[in-house]
C-alpha cells in the first residue's frame, strides 16, 4: 500500500533552518507530483509549496516564496522541503502529499486533489 512517512520536523528558533523528508513507498513515484502543505492549530490546511512529476516545475504559496525550497528526487522516492528564515507564522504540522492529475498545475492548490497524504511532522518556531 502507499505510504508517505514525513520527518526533519523540530524545534528551531526565528531565523533557523529546517530540512524535511518525504519518503514515498507503494507507487509509481516518478508519475506523481507533490506537495507540501501545513495546518496550525485552528486554522485550515494550506498548501505551501509543490513540484510537480518531472521536477521540472515548482511552486509556492507567497508567505514561503524565496524563503523555502521543494525539490524531489525520483530515484529515491524522496522529496525534500528546505526551510530557511523561519517565522513564528510558519510554526504548523506539515504535511507531504501526492498528487497524480495532470495537468499538475490546474489542481497544485487543490489539497482534495491529492491521492495520498503522510501522517505529518510538526515544526515550532520559538520567537
Known amino acids: 500500500h502507499v505510504q508517505l512517512v514525513e520527518s526533519g520536523g523540530g524545534l528551531v528558533q526565528t531565523g533557523g533552518s529546517l530540512r524535511l523528508s518525504c519518503a514515498a513507498s507503494g507507487l509509481v513515484f516518478s508519475s506523481y507530483s507533490m506537495g507540501w502543505f501545513r495546518q496550525a492549530p485552528g486554522k485550515d490546511r494550506e498548501f505551501v509549496a509543490g513540484i510537480n512529476w518531472r521536477g521540472g516545475s515548482t511552486y509556492y504559496a507567497e508567505s514561503v516564496k524565496g524563503r523555502f525550497t521543494i525539490s524531489r528526487d525520483n530515484a529515491k522516492t524522496m522529496v525534500y522541503l528546505q526551510m530557511n528564515s523561519l517565522k513564528p507564522e510558519d510554526a504548523a504540522i506539515y504535511y507531504c502529499?501526492?498528487?497524480?492529475?495532470?495537468?499538475?498545475?490546474?489542481?497544485?492548490?487543490?489539497?482534495?486533489?491529492?491521492?495520498?497524504w503522510g501522517q505529518g511532522t510538526q515544526v515550532t518556531v520559538s520567537s
Open positions: 502529499a501526492g498528487n497524480g492529475q495532470r495537468p499538475w498545475e490546474t489542481t497544485r492548490l487543490d489539497a482534495a486533489k491529492y491521492d495520498y
